[in-house]
């Protein structure tokens, strides 16, 4: 089984970047985390980062006929973006959307989510641990 985790706009700067709202952890710690889990659970973990969304579009087409699911992170297009749920839509591969924050305890604009509807599931608001908790539930539902 292979598991590609995609993570959206700005989270490259995880670690620095409102520290308060997004924690310390890295996304190179994160993705170092899921590879391991990945590796106890048996399953390969791939991991990219973009802040361009035609960029992750691309990256969801190259995932059909490889991947089994996906852990996405969008970021801010999460809230906007019909595009990134189409893409995932088209390729018909089964999806958690993680987020480090509670969208729905933040500003209106982020309480919505344009992928949520087509996710098998939508973590929000444990910080990074939310990200293993994304991949172990989606191999979790994926062998069930």
């Known amino acids: 089984m292979n ?10 700067l995880l670690g620095t970047r409102e520290p308060h709202i997004y924690g310390t952890t890295t996304l190179a710690q994160i993705e170092a985390g899921l590879v391991a889990v990945g590796a106890e659970l048996g399953v390969g973990v791939t991991c990219r980062q973009s802040n361009h969304e ?27 973006s019909l595009a990134l749920r189409d893409a995932l839509s088209a ?40 990200y293993e908790l994304a991949l172990r539930g989606l191999v979790a539902a994926l062998r069930a």
């Open 3 to 12: 598991i590609l985790v995609l993570s959206g706009p700005n989270l490259n």
């Open 54 to 80: 035609g960029v992750l579009i691309d990256l969801i087409h190259a995932a059909k006929g490889d991947a089994d699911g996906i852990v996405i992170n969008a970021g801010a297009y999460s809230h906007t």
């Open 91 to 130: 390729v018909a591969i089964p999806y958690a959307e993680v987020h480090l924050s509670n969208i729905f305890a933040r500003e209106p604009e982020r309480r919505h989510s344009t992928l949520a509807s087509g996710a098998r599931a939508l973590l929000c608001g444990f910080g990074a641990p939310g």
